[in-house]
């Protein structure tokens, strides 16, 4: 399967912010990496995915209690 970058729009502005998804995102089935821009005004989620939606994404980002919107570059 071909790898993908997917980006967000979030509300992750800080490294603490970052901290709490850190260990979902890591153990997520179908994320090779990710990385998130808190000094972007729109704190960027960029993840490269192997499988996983965007949407699943999303729920994860959602469950720990931010906000994920699909994000064009």
Known sequence: MESKNIQFKTNL???????????DLDNAEGICEWNVDTSNNDK????KSNGISEEEVMEIIKKKGFIAEPHSA
């Open 13 to 23: 502005n800080c490294g603490g912010c970052v901290a709490k998804v850190r260990a």
């Open 44 to 47: 960027i989620l960029t993840v």
